[in-house]
């Protein structure tokens, strides 16, 4: 017989009331037991509380003070006991049968660490297509790839996000908590990080929709370039910082941080300089000339884009 181990459901949110029940009840209305559906409410001031309140004892409730999403998350692990746990953005919702598929991908290999799939993504209710390199799920280990940052084109689908990442709990444990200065796309800081060190198992069907709306902060969203410029910032010193393994990837997320501060045209903000400061200053010769090369090469592609 399968192993059928409890899975955590744990829902990250701020402000999202009016999508916080669908994604509620996709958490509750699985078709797989066990299940606890955890749900960190980050400070709402919206009707998000009232929402979860009505669910009583079927949620664990965690309502925090603001102070992002990777505080939420570190919150809502520590709430859980699953031996798997789900992320699940409350914009968001899980397909009714999620659970039983991500559980049935780790029984049957036993070594990874992490399951990811796609997103069904939603635009004013009409699917986005996303393209996904192959068809069939299959187990990645991309810990060299990490190493040697030659991570891209690896991954059988590029866009990846926080409702598409399952993991086991020993490998969180390793990873959370989480710099909490990481406020939002904090999914960054934990896919790169499983990816360098646990092989994984790559799941191609779409088990979860994702909503594109205007409060989006980072998907899609092209034009948000400080956003993404002062997130790969953080996320790459942080990941250089706990898990040294990842140096040469870090140096290059940094690299493309710097140069998108360049492209949107004033260079690196005040409140980042320090950060950037940091980062060189703890960095060797080499890496810094690496590091200078890569913002180079980039802010001269974005160029001749123009």
């Not at 990442?165 to 020993?170: A, E």
């Not at 903000?269 to 940091?278: G, H, P």
Request: glycine share 6%; hydrophobic share 40%.
């Amino acid at each position: 017989m399968e192993k059928q181990p409890l899975v955590s459901i744990l829902i990250n949110n701020y402000n999202y009331g009016r999508f916080l029940k669908t994604a509620i009840e996709s958490a509750l209305g699985q078709t797989y037991q066990p299940i606890e559906v955890i749900v960190v409410d980050d400070g709402s001031t919206d009707n998000s509380r009232t929402i979860i309140e009505q669910y009583g004892s079927q949620v664990i409730s965690i309502l925090k003070a603001n102070g992002g999403q990777a505080s939420a998350f570190n919150a809502g692990f520590a709430a859980s006991r699953g031996e798997i746990v789900c992320f699940l953005d409350s914009d968001d919702s899980f397909k009714l049968n999620k659970a039983a598929e991500i559980v049935r991908a780790f029984n049957q290999n036993e070594d990874v660490g992490w399951c990811f799939h796609p997103l069904e993504i939603l635009k004013d209710s009409q699917p986005i297509a996303q393209v996904i390199n192959q068809t069939l799920s299959r187990e990645y280990d991309l810990r060299d790839d990490i190493k040697n940052a030659q991570l891209k084109g690896k991954f059988p689908f590029e866009h990846l996000a926080t409702s598409g990442l399952c993991f086991r709990r020993r490998l969180l444990e390793t990873i959370l908590p989480m710099p909490e200065e990481i406020r939002i796309t904090s999914d960054d800081y934990i896919k790169y990080i499983a990816f360098g060190i646990s092989p994984g198992f790559a799941l191609v069907e779409s088990l979860a929709q994702q909503n594109i709306h205007g409060n989006n902060a980072y998907t899609f969203n092209r034009n948000n370039i400080k956003v993404r410029a002062k997130t790969q910032l953080l996320t790459a010193y942080w990941m250089k910082k706990n898990f040294p393994i990842s140096a040469k990837f870090s140096d290059r997320l940094f690299g493309l941080g710097i140069a998108l501060y360049r492209k949107w045209g004033d260079g690196v903000e005040v409140e980042s300089q320090a950060l950037v400061k940091r980062y060189l200053s703890s960095s060797t010769f080499l890496e810094r000339c690496e590091i200078h090369s890569r913002v180079f090469a980039k802010v001269l592609i974005y160029s001749l884009k123009r």
